[in-house]
């Protein structure tokens, strides 16, 4: 059986990654998943922020209570 995780434990979890690279996939509504990859660049009480590779310019944010409803999921080092 899978271990119930927190808020509190996803955050100090993805904290622990900064600076590393990353691979997302995200629900994007309407039977769309988008799949990202590129750097976990900072963390915030609320949100984490990624900068995608394929656009240096681009940051996308989740917040954690995205990772805990598995809206987002994240794969570290890939």
């Not at 799949?35 to 310019?57: C, H, W």
């Amino acid at each position: 059986m899978e271990k119930r995780k927190t808020l509190s434990s996803i955050k100090q979890d993805i904290e622990s990654h900064v600076g590393e690279r990353v691979t997302l996939k995200a629900n994007g509504g309407r039977r769309k998943i988008l799949v990202n990859s590129g750097v976990l660049e900072k963390t915030y009480p609320a949100i984490f922020m990624i900068r995608l590779d394929n656009d240096t310019q681009r940051t996308v944010t989740y917040s954690y209570s995205d990772v805990l409803t598995k809206t987002v999921q994240i794969v570290f080092g890939k």
